[in-house]
């Protein structure tokens, strides 16, 4: 989710955190002891059927809330946690934090196929037992692998063809669910499409934001939901703030929408509240 720069996953540093060597270790201790004293925090954020606004499912959106620099986006500290392999053990505690919460989760959704989807890193993928791992979790948690969907970004996999189709091939052996995220963002081509039974793909806010503005990003969002459709695959745009926007993806005939218009990330508590 960076909306453009695809060569790295998360290319929005903080310059103050970015600025030395010495800073980034100091972040990276920091990470150890978030994980070790419960300072991440998750947050979920409806995907709407666009016609009518039901709530389909949610996409789970990590939050860390760092003793000293208060609440600290992803965008802030994951592309760290992804070069020192921290991003295992996040995205494990992710899945978990997720699966736990979807008894909530369920509760607050209104559809047919109800899900919780959650981003995946590219070196989540690498560790030897996450396919096993995510299997454990949904049997812990009593879950389906269709309540699990798994958000993955076109660098993750062009970037390593051999280790994401090897994964992705189990995962999906498993039952699972994968959406492709911020779909036109990187620089692959759409090969992995014919390669991969993704079953959604989600436009990216940068496509979707100038939709009313722009000829261009009218015409791309239209064909890629012409495309998604005749592969079988669902869509959703992500980024909608408006309720102009919505209703011209209505008449594009795009599936689902997320983004402010619908609601923002909230906290599980929040959730359970408005239930
Ligand atoms: P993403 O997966 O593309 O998630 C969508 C991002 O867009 C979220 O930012 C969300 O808060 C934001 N957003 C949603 N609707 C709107 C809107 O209407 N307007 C605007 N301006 N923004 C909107 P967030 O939560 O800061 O997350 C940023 C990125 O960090 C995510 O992009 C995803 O790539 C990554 N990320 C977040 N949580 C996790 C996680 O648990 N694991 C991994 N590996 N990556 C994560
Ligand atoms: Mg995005
Ligand atoms: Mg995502
Ligand atoms: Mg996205």
């Given at each position: 989710g960076n909306g453009g720069n695809a060569l790295l996953e998360y290319p929005r540093p903080l310059d103050h955190l970015h600025a030395t060597a010495t800073r980034q270790l100091a972040l990276a201790e920091d990470i150890a002891h978030a994980l070790t004293t419960d300072q991440f925090e998750m947050h979920y954020q409806p995907i709407c059927v666009l016609q009518d606004g039901r709530v389909a499912g949610f996409e789970a959106l990590i939050r860390w809330n760092h003793p000293r620099e208060g609440m600290i986006s992803p965008l802030d500290f994951?592309?760290?946690?992804?070069?020192?392999?921290?991003?295992?053990?996040?995205g494990m505690w992710t899945l978990e934090r997720a699966c736990r919460d979807w008894p909530v989760l369920r509760q607050a959704t209104d559809h047919s196929s109800p899900f919780v989807s959650v981003n995946l890193s590219a070196n989540q993928?690498?560790?030897?037992?996450?396919?096993?791992?995510?299997?454990?979790?949904?049997?812990?948690?009593?879950?389906?692998?269709?309540?699990?969907?798994?958000?993955?970004?076109?660098?993750?996999?062009?970037?390593?063809?051999?280790?994401?189709?090897?994964?992705?091939?189990?995962?999906?052996?498993?039952?699972?669910?994968?959406?492709?995220?911020?779909?036109?963002?990187?620089?692959?081509?759409?090969?992995?499409?014919?390669?991969?039974?993704?079953?959604?793909?989600?436009?990216?806010?940068?496509?979707?934001?100038?939709?009313?503005?722009?000829?261009?990003?009218?015409?791309?969002?239209?064909?890629t939901i012409e495309l998604a459709h005749s592969l079988g695959m669902n869509v959703?745009?992500?980024?909608?703030?408006?309720?102009?926007?919505?209703?011209?993806?209505?008449?594009?005939?795009?599936?689902?929408?997320?983004?402010?218009?619908?609601?923002?990330?909230?906290?599980?508590?929040?959730?359970?509240?408005?239930?």
């Open positions: 994951l592309w760290l946690a992804e070069q020192t392999g921290q991003i295992r053990a996040i993928l690498t560790g030897d037992h996450f396919v096993h791992d995510v299997k454990l979790i949904l049997e812990r948690h009593h879950m389906t692998a269709e309540e699990l969907k798994m958000e993955l970004t076109e660098t993750i996999i062009i970037g390593r063809p051999e280790i994401a189709s090897q994964v992705l091939n189990n995962l999906i052996a498993l039952g699972g669910t994968l959406a492709l995220d911020d779909f036109g963002t990187g620089y692959s081509g759409l090969d992995y499409l014919q390669r991969y039974p993704i079953a959604t793909v989600k436009i990216d806010r940068a496509f979707i934001t100038p939709l009313l503005q722009t000829a261009p990003s009218l015409e791309i969002v239209n064909k959703v745009a992500e980024g909608i703030e408006n309720e102009e926007i919505r209703q011209k993806l209505t008449q594009l005939r795009c599936d689902f929408g997320q983004g402010w218009l619908f609601g923002k990330p909230l906290a599980l508590d929040d959730i359970r509240k408005r239930l």
